[in-house]
């Protein structure tokens, strides 16, 4: 079986969180508990699946970039539809469109609540028909 990815964030503003991962990166709603005591959504989009929990201490915005937060990359197969659909949704960038020194290209942005995301091309399989290690 693969294996796919799920990661669970903390965003002080849900509906914000809703909108930016639906409206501008088109993941689909999987689950609304916004009204809940304890708030809950989680989108979904192909095998990638964010929990994103309620929390108003999220902490401090600027600690969420690399060196010191994580950076979430989506590895996507059309770099250039990705770029316009945030282009289409009106979403500021953080550094545009760019090829990398180990030779992907990528483009990046925060979300509304600050994580640090990277939409990089898919590095083609090997011979052996597996992915090469990403950078």
Request: glycine share 8%; aromatic share 8%; no cysteine.
């Amino acid at each position: 079986m693969p294996m796919t990815v799920r990661f669970e964030i903390f965003p002080s503003d849900l509906d914000a969180t809703t909108d930016f991962y639906t409206r501008v990166l088109g993941f689909s709603l999987a689950a609304d508990q916004r009204d809940d005591p304890q708030p809950y959504l989680a989108v979904q989009r192909d095998g990638v699946r964010i929990g994103a929990a309620g929390r108003q201490d999220q902490g401090h915005r600027g600690s969420r970039r690399p060196p010191t937060g994580v950076e979430l990359v989506f590895e996507v197969d059309d770099l250039v539809d990705e770029l316009d659909r945030v282009q289409r949704a009106g979403w500021p960038l953080v550094e545009d469109l760019q090829a990398r020194p180990w030779g992907l290209r990528d483009f990046r942005l925060l979300d509304p609540s600050g994580y640090y995301l990277r939409i990089t091309e898919r590095r083609a399989a090997t011979p052996g028909g597996h992915p090469p290690p990403s950078q």
